[in-house]
């Protein structure tokens, strides 16, 4: 029912690694990661969505250039939702709950924007507006040795963090569906006006923060739950 190790997908033209929770026939979450994390950051969270007496199917793939998954060098974050469309399609999930945290929040909100028939509910944890980083976020130096993710995607999305397409503003307002922001108060790297920003641009989302910093389900797991699950439940 449950795998510790992800298993491969072909998806999108390249290999998606998935972890899976809880029972098969169960209503599906999907989770989705920040930038240099994979879906083994959502451990605590998936094995408690997953646990009676209300189970889900869970699952959290490794975002293109993280983890198990491929490499191809190419990052664009349309890409990458592009991957999890085609991944849901491939394990057999046509609509699910989709939560995504930073990077994997904004991969949310194009597959919510592009297939709004695919996502029930969105949550999006600490994700800011996509507006231009005014000042732009400088180049930083790959760090030594080996890296659990491509350094050319960290490169690619900071080129898109600091001058996004248009378009992905533009488009917040095809998110129709019910949506929870949760921000993560004063101590997030994330600045809050523009996580508050990203709510006001989604009709149907409310905020709430909680003050846990950037990693809400990592630092404040039972808080964090305890929204999101009463959020999908309702």
């Known amino acids: 029912m449950d795998t510790a190790q992800p298993q491969i997908v072909k998806a999108n033209g390249i290999t998606l690694a998935c972890r899976s929770w809880g029972p098969a026939d169960a209503p599906p979450v999907l989770l989705l990661h920040c930038r240099g994390a994979d879906g083994a950051d959502w451990t605590t969270v998936a094995e408690r969505l997953a646990a009676p007496p209300d189970p889900r199917r869970v ?3 490794d975002l293109r250039g993280h983890g198990h998954s491929g490499w191809p060098g190419e990052y664009a974050v349309e890409a990458m939702s592009d991957d999890v469309r085609a991944l849901l399609a491939a394990v057999g999930v046509d609509r699910a709950d989709v939560v995504g945290h930073s990077l994997g929040g904004l991969v949310a909100c194009l597959l919510a924007q592009h297939h709004p028939d695919v996502v029930r509910r969105l949550v999006l944890e600490d994700v800011c507006a996509p507006v231009p980083l005014d000042p732009p976020r400088p180049p930083a130096p790959r760090p030594e040795g080996e890296l659990p993710f491509d350094w050319a995607m960290v490169r690619a999305t900071d080129e898109q963090r600091n001058a996004p397409d248009p378009v992905w503003r533009d488009h917040m307002g095809r998110i129709t569906m019910p949506t929870l922001v949760i921000g993560g108060g004063h101590t997030s790297l994330i600045p809050q006006d523009k996580v508050a920003q990203l709510a006001g641009l989604i009709p149907d989302a409310s905020l709430v923060t ?4 950037h990693l809400v389900h990592e630092s404040r ?14």
């Open 59 to 61: 699952y959290a793939p």
């Open 210 to 213: 909680l003050d846990a910093g």
């Open 221 to 234: 797991p039972e808080e964090f739950l305890a929204v999101v699950e009463e959020f999908l439940g309702r």
